[in-house]
T-cell receptor
Framework: KAGVTQTPRYLIKTRGQQVTLSCSPI?????VSWYQQTPGQGLQFLFE???????NKGNFPGRFSGRQFSNSRSEMNVSTLELGDSALYLC?????????????FGNGTRLTVT | EDKVVQSPLSLVVHEGDTVTLNCSYE??????LLWYKQEKKAPTFLFML??SGIEKKSGRLSSILDKKELFSILNITATQTGDSAVYLC???????????WGLGTSLAVNP
């Protein structure tokens, strides 16, 4: 069974640009969550999508948005990039909505903003 | 405010040593506690604990939860270099809507 796939693996962008990250969950998983990981803050929850609807949202500005498609694949978009957006962005999928079942993470997209 | 604190922040041991990693928490409406291992890339799931005093075990790794004292420990016996990683603790708090993550313990196992 294939794991969670995130593309691209690495991205370098400049301030002010926008970026789109992609995540394909494990087959059969309908929940996709996104996290930002930085050394000082650890894992910070961005949002969760289930059945194409955003079910939960963390404390990030509106520049961070996402969506989920009918095949459960998800994309995350960050507009007007800032230096502080440099981080590892992790996607996680699970069979159930919410966090009562363990999350399965992808390898992440390393975003560097210069 | 909900919080999860892991200790120590980092640890260096020799192969064959036994290590104990700690995770303490203060959250509302505790549902479960999870341990993950992260080796530079994707965190991989280790254990989920919901009941106090029941040990979960997988090979050389084991974990136990104390809901009265609000902490969990992760034990690794006979450590190997492949155990070198960051170990993350997360607590499922509230109404199944979010995980509160600790900053992790960075474990280095030297040959």
């Amino acid at each position: 069974k294939a794991g969670v796939t995130q593309t691209p693996r690495y991205l370098i962008k400049t301030r002010g640009q926008q970026v789109t990250l992609s995540c394909s969950p494990i087959s059969g998983h309908r929940s996709v969550s996104w996290y930002q990981q930085t050394p000082g803050q650890g894992l910070q929850f961005l949002f969760e999508y289930f059945s194409e609807t955003q079910r939960n949202k963390g404390n990030f500005p509106g520049r961070f948005s996402g969506r989920q498609f009918s095949n459960s694949r998800s994309e995350m978009n960050v507009s007007t990039l800032e230096l502080g957006d440099s981080a590892l962005y992790l996607c996680a999928s699970s069979f159930l909505q919410g966090v009562d079942s363990p999350l399965h993470f992808g390898n992440g997209t390393r975003l560097t903003v210069t | 405010e909900d919080k999860v604190v892991q200790s120590p922040l980092s640890l260096v041991v020799h192969e064959g040593d036994t290590v104990t990693l700690n995770c303490s928490y203060e959250v509302t409406n505790f549902r479960s506690l999870l341990w993950y291992k992260q080796e530079k890339k994707a965190p991989t799931f280790l254990f989920m604990l919901t009941s106090s005093g029941i040990e979960k075990k997988s090979g050389r790794l084991s974990s136990i939860l104390d809901k009265k004292e609000l902490f969990s420990i992760l034990n690794i016996t006979a450590t190997q270099t492949g155990d070198s990683a960051v170990y993350l603790c997360a607590v499922n708090a509230g109404n199944n809507r979010k995980l509160i993550w600790g900053l992790g313990t960075s474990l280095a196992v030297n040959p």
